[in-house]
């Protein structure tokens, strides 16, 4: 609970003890409250705003981040953004909390650092955890630069009569090698039954570090990571490709579910560094390929052709995970230049506007565009319609579909016909997080 003005008034609660989630509880049966802010926008914050919202409290997310769920890079976190206001649910990001407002010891409303006022009777305050390493300190053990306490690959503290699992130590990322705080309460059990196992039979078993493997639920969505993010990838100096693909779960007479996956790989040697998936298909599935090939030190080659379960039923012949690991190959070896929908939206807003190409049929067009100033020109009918093209060679392009595959083919007929500067929008019409014309 952080020390702001308020913070004692009645009606605000953390969701730390099984206390705060009987008083939530109470709250959601008696249908009482009206209006809820939840503090924080991150795993804790997104899934109790799901709760209250399906309680019938009219809810408003506050994040000081510009972006919700910050594990997730912008593009994946905007498409959840989307999700969440589809439901009816206010998000504010990049503006903090300054003060909550009471009267009569009650909560009756927060002020934001930009002076907005929002009434409310209840306040979710979920800003993050913190290593609960006091008895460690206490007692002379040695603590990290995370807040978490010290430990080896057998759980043993720096004394090595003592051990110590779960969210109060800090361990290594298997990809960087820094020591990280990951609060997961799986990683808690393996490390406990690590550390028991050694406590009582020697140092027989170790634990190796972690991925940073998470996935939430949030509604009809789920959203993932594992691995790093392209901005932790740039962080600790990787030279990075990034690729997004759009694509369902499983065939559509199967009634597959949308998919929208980011991968972050290596670009000198193809070793996959990390991937997120959000949408309301399997992602739980594709998140758990992704860890086993970053935990396996899969490169794009060794993953390409991956021998995984095929039915109508469960997947795509081409399953969503190899799709993605094709596309990036190609982003690899030159044949695809690609172009994230957050990149197109900054061209946008900086007043540089490409010649924007959608190869849709008419009838997709009518029902949904973005209204960007787009061009339609079907792909079947692009060889005979190229006139309608830019006259310059060198003018920017950009093609995009639905989920931009006949994007993608499109763009190969223009650099065959001599435009040299095509960029395909990854994951087309279906990864784009803002707002459409229709």
Same mark, same amino acid.
């Given at each position: 609970?952080?020390?702001?003005?308020?913070?004692?008034?009645?009606?605000?609660?953390?969701?730390?003890?099984?206390?705060?989630?009987?008083?939530?509880?109470?709250?959601?049966?008696?249908?009482?409250?009206?209006?809820?802010?939840?503090?924080?926008?991150?795993?804790?914050?997104?899934?109790?705003?799901?709760?209250?919202?399906?309680?019938?409290?009219?809810?408003?997310?506050?994040?000081?981040?510009?972006?919700?769920?910050?594990?997730?890079? /912008?593009?994946?976190?905007?498409?959840?953004?989307?999700?969440?206001?589809?439901?009816?649910?206010?998000?504010?990001?990049?503006?903090?909390?300054?003060?909550?407002?009471?009267?009569?010891?009650?909560?009756?409303?927060?002020?934001?650092?930009?002076?907005?006022?929002?009434?409310?009777?209840?306040?979710?305050?979920?800003?993050?955890?913190?290593?609960?390493?006091?008895?460690?300190?206490?007692?002379?053990?040695?603590?990290?630069?995370?807040?978490?306490?010290?430990?080896?690959?057998?759980?043993?503290?720096?004394?090595?009569?003592?051990?110590?699992?779960?969210?109060?130590?800090?361990?290594?990322?298997?990809?960087?090698?820094?020591?990280?705080?990951?609060?997961?309460?799986?990683?808690?059990?393996?490390?406990?039954?690590?550390?028991?196992?050694?406590?009582?039979?020697?140092?027989?078993?170790?634990?190796?570090?972690?991925?940073?493997?998470?996935?939430?639920?949030?509604?009809?969505?789920?959203?993932?990571?594992?691995?790093?993010?392209?901005?932790?990838?740039?962080?600790?100096?990787?030279?990075?490709?990034?690729?997004?693909?759009?694509?369902?779960?499983?065939?559509?007479?199967?009634?597959?579910?949308?998919?929208?996956?980011?991968?972050? +790989?290596?670009?000198?040697?193809?070793?996959?560094?990390? +991937?997120?998936?959000?949408?309301?298909?399997?992602?739980?599935?594709?998140?758990?390929?992704?860890?086993?090939?970053?935990?396996?030190?899969?490169?794009?080659?060794?993953?390409?052709?991956?021998?995984?379960?095929?039915?109508?039923?469960?997947?795509?012949?081409?399953?969503?995970?190899?799709?993605?690991?094709?596309?990036?190959?190609?982003?690899?070896?030159?044949?695809?230049?690609?172009?994230?929908?957050?990149?197109?939206?900054?061209?946008?807003?900086?007043?540089?506007? /490409?010649?924007?190409?959608?190869?849709?049929? /008419?009838?997709?067009?009518?029902?949904?565009?973005?209204?960007?100033?787009?061009?339609?020109?079907?792909?079947? +009918?692009?060889?005979?319609?190229?006139?309608?093209?830019?006259?310059?060679?060198?003018?920017?392009?950009?093609?995009?579909?639905?989920?931009?595959?006949?994007?993608?083919?499109?763009?190969?007929?223009?650099?065959?016909?001599?435009?040299?500067?095509?960029?395909?929008?990854?994951?087309?019409?279906?990864?784009?997080?803002?707002?459409?014309?229709?």
């Amino acid at each position: 609970m952080p020390p702001i003005p308020g913070h004692d008034l009645s009606g605000i609660t953390t969701l730390q003890s099984m206390k705060d989630a009987d008083f939530l509880r109470k709250i959601h049966d008696e249908k009482k409250i009206k209006k809820a802010v939840v503090i924080g926008g991150g795993l804790i914050g997104i899934e109790t705003c799901e709760a209250l919202q399906l309680a019938g409290i009219d809810i408003t997310v506050i994040e000081m981040a510009p972006q919700i769920l910050t594990f997730l890079d /912008p593009e994946i976190a905007a498409l959840v953004e989307k999700h969440i206001r589809i439901k009816s649910v206010n998000v504010i990001t990049g503006n903090g909390l300054a003060s909550f407002l009471g009267e009569n010891g009650r909560l009756t409303g927060v002020k934001l650092q930009n002076g907005t006022e929002l009434s409310c009777e209840l306040a979710v305050v979920a800003i993050g955890v913190r290593p609960n390493s006091k008895l460690a300190k206490d007692s002379g053990l040695a603590v990290g630069t995370t807040g978490g306490i010290t430990v080896n690959e057998f759980m043993q503290t720096s004394d090595p009569s003592i051990y110590a699992a779960g969210d109060c130590t800090e361990i290594n990322n298997l990809i960087t090698g820094k020591k990280v705080h990951a609060p997961y309460g799986d990683l808690a059990n393996l490390q406990g039954r690590v550390a028991g196992e050694n406590a009582v039979l020697g140092n027989s078993v170790t634990f190796s570090g972690t991925i940073q493997t998470g996935i939430c639920k949030i509604f009809e969505f789920s959203a993932g990571s594992t691995g790093l993010t392209e901005q932790a990838a740039r962080k600790h100096g990787y030279e990075i490709e990034t690729v997004i693909n759009a694509s369902p779960d499983k065939p559509g007479f199967m009634n597959g579910k949308l998919l929208v996956t980011k991968m972050v +790989a290596d670009k000198n040697n193809g070793r996959i560094l990390g +991937a997120q998936c959000t949408g309301p298909g399997d992602v739980s599935r594709q998140l758990s390929q992704w860890a086993l090939a970053i935990m396996g030190k899969f490169t794009v080659n060794d993953a390409i052709n991956s021998d995984l379960p095929y039915a109508p039923p469960f997947s795509s012949a081409i399953d969503h995970f190899i799709t993605t690991v094709h596309l990036m190959q190609n982003k690899l070896k030159g044949r695809l230049a690609g172009i994230s929908c957050t990149a197109v939206k900054d061209k946008l807003d900086s007043g540089n506007k /490409p010649f924007f190409l959608d190869v849709r049929n /008419p009838d997709e067009y009518e029902s949904m565009r973005l209204g960007i100033g787009e061009t339609l020109i079907p792909l079947g +009918a692009l060889r005979k319609r190229l006139s309608e093209m830019p006259a310059d060679k060198n003018s920017e392009i950009i093609t995009y579909c639905k989920i931009s595959l006949r994007g993608y083919e499109a763009s190969l007929i223009l650099k065959a016909n001599g435009w040299n500067n095509v960029l395909v929008m990854e994951g087309g019409i279906m990864a784009w997080p803002f707002n459409r014309e229709k």
